[in-house]
């Protein structure tokens, strides 16, 4: 039984894992108190951590299956529950919509997971490609909308954007397209990426209301723009390899 001791299993992968869990659970209290920003910035640092976890644990050579069940639990927490409880309390769906979408993401965000696990142990490598839409995604999505719905005003517009977008990304989840792995991104997309990051981290600190909106406006749309490139990238190979 020594060997199934949590002080066994952990690893420094798994103590970022375990950042990732602490990220997107201060992202449901915030979500839940009425705080929808920091809910948003919270998946944000839970994406960022789960980026990580994976670095750590070939860096360190301690991969295992406990961590890698830990990775997908901090997974479902951060980037579908958080979002999908998110997407309900900043109304960026109007109930009752709301709420059989929150289920949807959640659902197939389980189910994504539940494979990706089973996936890896027959053998699977994710960096070569995601089958299905990756969840944290999703979590980024999410987050970047709100900002977007909030910087420029909810409309109907909006609502029925919202709910396209994150409804095909849920169903996109469980599909069987390879989309392209985020492990080695090009500098440029790094770049791009981290300094957006930056910016909805830490815009809630600029004074003029004007210029925060402008900046966090474009640094979502960068980072959204950056995840459709790979999604485009991954349907439009699932088309041509058909032909």
């Given at each position: 039984m020594?060997?199934?001791?949590?002080?066994e299993l952990?690893?420094?992968a798994?103590?970022?894992?375990?950042?990732n869990?602490?990220?997107?659970?201060?992202?449901?209290?915030?979500s839940?108190a009425?705080?929808p920003?920091?809910a948003a910035?919270?998946?944000?640092?839970?994406?960022?951590a789960?980026?990580?976890d994976?670095f750590?644990?070939?860096?360190?050579?301690?991969e295992s299956?406990?961590?890698m069940?830990l990775?997908?639990?901090?997974d479902?927490?951060?980037?579908t529950?958080?979002?999908?409880?998110?997407v309900?309390?900043?109304?960026?769906?109007?109930?009752p919509?709301?709420?059989?979408?929150?289920v949807?993401?959640?659902c197939?965000?389980?189910?994504?997971?539940?494979r990706?696990?089973?996936?890896?142990?027959?053998?699977?490598?994710?960096?070569?490609?995601?089958?299905?839409l990756?969840?944290?995604?999703v979590?980024?999505?999410?987050?970047?909308?709100?900002?977007l719905?909030?910087?420029?005003g909810?409309s109907?517009l909006?609502?029925?954007?919202?709910?396209?977008?994150?409804?095909?990304?849920?169903l996109?989840?469980?599909?069987?397209?390879?989309?392209?792995?985020?492990?080695?991104?090009?500098?440029?997309?790094?770049?791009?990426?981290?300094?957006?990051?930056?910016?909805?981290?830490f815009?809630?600190?600029?004074?003029?209301?004007?210029?925060?909106?402008?900046?966090?406006v474009?640094?979502?749309?960068?980072?959204?723009?950056?995840?459709?490139?790979?999604?485009?990238?991954?349907?439009?190979g699932c088309?041509?390899?058909?032909?």
């Amino acid at each position: 039984m020594e060997r199934w001791k949590i002080s066994e299993l952990i690893t420094p992968a798994c103590v970022v894992s375990l950042t990732n869990v602490v990220f997107g659970a201060f992202s449901l209290l915030a979500s839940i108190a009425g705080f929808p920003g920091a809910a948003a910035r919270f998946i944000i640092l839970s994406f960022i951590a789960d980026s990580l976890d994976g670095f750590v644990a070939r860096r360190t050579g301690k991969e295992s299956e406990f961590g890698m069940n830990l990775d997908s639990l901090a997974d479902l927490v951060s980037f579908t529950v958080a979002p999908a409880v998110l997407v309900v309390t900043a109304g960026l769906v109007p109930a009752p919509m709301c709420y059989l979408l929150a289920v949807l993401m959640v659902c197939c965000g389980a189910l994504r997971l539940a494979r990706f696990n089973a996936m890896c142990v027959d053998g699977y490598d994710p960096g070569e490609y995601y089958l299905g839409l990756p969840v944290p995604w999703v979590g980024m999505i999410a987050s970047c909308l709100y900002f977007l719905t909030v910087d420029l005003g909810p409309s109907y517009l909006w609502y029925v954007l919202n709910t396209m977008i994150l409804g095909i990304s849920a169903l996109l989840m469980i599909s069987s397209i390879k989309f392209p792995s985020l492990k080695r991104p090009h500098p440029a997309i790094l770049a791009a990426g981290g300094l957006s990051f930056l910016v909805l981290l830490f815009s809630f600190l600029i004074p003029p209301d004007e210029i925060k909106r402008e900046l966090e406006v474009v640094a979502s749309v960068t980072i959204t723009a950056l995840l459709s490139w790979y999604m485009v990238r991954g349907v439009s190979g699932c088309f041509r390899g058909r032909r």
